[in-house]
């Protein structure tokens, strides 16, 4: 079945969870990782979302920032986003969407960690 309409991709892509798995999925299935411009599109059957991508794309500005909007604003923000990848894939049969959790201590650590050093070499940066 043909699919109907133009569809544009959602405005950011978002890598996370767990490492190099996304590169051997697409080394291993190599179909499952291409652009979809034109038609005829692809019968998607099932369309899994790792939410916790989704929720940080929604709740921080585009240089990670956290922004400040009330918590139905980011509710909103998430369900259209969401809802932009339903009408880009158009599932068949499954919408699954999963979330992991806060991530543990040592993981916050490490992040806080690597903000601190990329804003002191921006700084550094900027003052050359």
Not at 20 to 29: K, Q
Not at 104 to 128: F, H
Request: net charge positive; proline share 9%.
């Amino acid at each position: 079945a043909t699919r109907r309409g133009p569809r544009s991709a959602p405005p950011r892509q978002f890598t996370m969870g767990v490492p190099l798995l996304f590169r051997w999925l697409s080394e291993r299935y190599p179909l499952i990782n291409r652009p979809v411009s034109l038609p005829p599109y692809p019968e998607i059957d099932n369309l899994y979302l790792d939410a916790n991508g989704i929720l940080h794309k929604c709740t921080h500005s585009d240089d990670g920032a956290a922004v400040s909007p009330s918590e139905a604003d980011m509710l909103l923000s998430i369900g259209a986003y969401i809802d932009s990848l339903v009408q880009l894939v158009r599932p068949q049969r499954l919408l699954y969407i999963a979330i992991d959790g806060v991530a543990p201590r040592a993981k916050m650590n490490q992040q806080r960690q690597r903000r601190y050093r990329v804003a002191r070499e921006k700084a550094e940066a900027e003052a050359k």
